[in-house]
């Protein structure tokens, strides 16, 4: 079993820069995938942001966001970090952060993550 918590998230302006964080606890393998998604609104589906490998690769990124954001094991332990620059109101959504602890290549497969954190609403106004 795998416990995910996340903090970070707020309002900021275009242009702003923003982290999330993401702990994860319990049992974790170093072949566990950690993934970040967005969803823009109620209603709307999940889409992938970024991955990163347990120890620290591979890492991937959608083409939304590549250039802009990066994801990175943190200094604490058992912590991945989203670092978000140049914020734009398209990026405004609720991130959620998972785990897959059987990665089989779909890294941009919502499905494929059996465990999420609580999700954190990141608002961008311009």
């Known amino acids: 079993q795998v416990q995910v918590v996340q903090s970070g998230g707020g309002s900021v302006q275009t242009g702003d820069s923003m982290t999330l964080s993401c702990v994860a606890s319990?049992?974790?393998?170093?072949?566990?995938?950690v993934g970040w998604f967005r969803r823009p609104s109620p209603g709307e589906e999940r889409e992938f942001v970024a991955?990163?490998?347990?120890?620290?690769?591979?890492?991937h990124y959608s083409h939304t966001v590549e250039g802009r954001f990066a994801v990175s094991k943190g200094s604490a332990a058992n912590t991945v970090l989203l670092q978000m620059n140049d914020l734009q109101t398209w990026d405004a959504a609720k991130y959620y952060c998972?785990?897959?602890?059987?990665?089989?290549?779909?890294?941009?497969?919502?499905?494929?993550?059996?465990?999420w954190g609580q999700g954190t609403q990141v608002t961008v106004s311009s």
């Open positions: 991955a990163i490998g347990w120890n620290g690769s591979p890492i």
């Open positions: 998972a785990v897959d602890r059987e990665p089989r290549g779909a890294w941009d497969n919502d499905n494929e993550y059996l465990y």
């Open positions: 319990g049992r974790i393998l170093d072949n566990y995938l």
